[in-house]
């Protein structure tokens, strides 16, 4: 029912919603799935512009209930919240969840590379050797080199002619067994 809806379930709702395919809606299907189905069949991120839109439409909805009494003018609007505005990069806290998840100790010969395998050491190299997404993405083992002894990562490929450069690749995920993995 329409009032159980408070504020932090339109926040809720709205993260979910920010985690949807931007086309989404266009699989003719998509109306036959639940909220939690349509998150895991059409995974993705939706732009800030977007979730606004989305916003706006559903505080209207509201906006109208309350006028017309389907919804308690006193518990107020649950989408009466400010989102963020384009180019707002202010982001909510990690979770503990979220960053054991983050942190989790890295297979170091896993039987096939998936996803799972791969981001706790995506998440240890950005950590630990201060290289931007992009670069940490085009790296291949071919880009692992070793000068006097010192491993390194090259990178050949960024965003300026100074982001060329030999990263050292940093002693604690060589301890963690990071040659191995690769």
């Known amino acids: 029912p ?15 919603v920010a985690l949807l395919h931007p086309k989404w809606g266009r699989y003719g299907n998509a109306k ?3 909220f939690d189905e349509l998150l895991a069949k059409y995974p993705g991120k939706l732009t800030n512009r977007t979730i606004n839109r989305h916003h706006i439409a559903l505080r209207g909805l509201f906006d109208w209930a309350i006028d017309r009494r389907y919804y308690s ?5 649950p989408f009466g919240f400010k989102l963020r505005k384009k180019g ?10 979220m960053l054991n998840a983050l942190l989790e100790a ?5 039987e096939t590379h998936t996803w799972t395998t791969t981001r706790p050491w995506l998440t240890l ?8 997404e992009d670069e940490i993405g085009s790296l291949a083992v071919a880009d692992i080199i070793e000068v006097e002894g010192v491993k ?3 990178v050949t490929d960024s965003k300026s002619p100074a982001g060329i450069r030999r990263v050292p690749i940093h002693s604690v995920l060589l301890n963690y067994g990071f040659m191995d993995y690769v």
């Open 2 to 16: 329409i009032a159980s809806i408070d504020t932090e379930s339109a926040v809720s709702f709205l993260d979910g």
């Open 32 to 34: 036959d799935f639940s």
């Open 73 to 77: 003018k006193e518990v107020g609007n």
């Open 88 to 97: 707002d990069r202010t982001k909510r806290p990690f979770t503990i969840e």
């Open 106 to 110: 890295p297979q170091i010969k896993p």
């Open 125 to 132: 190299l950005a950590l630990y050797n201060g290289m931007r």
């Open 152 to 154: 390194f990562f090259a």
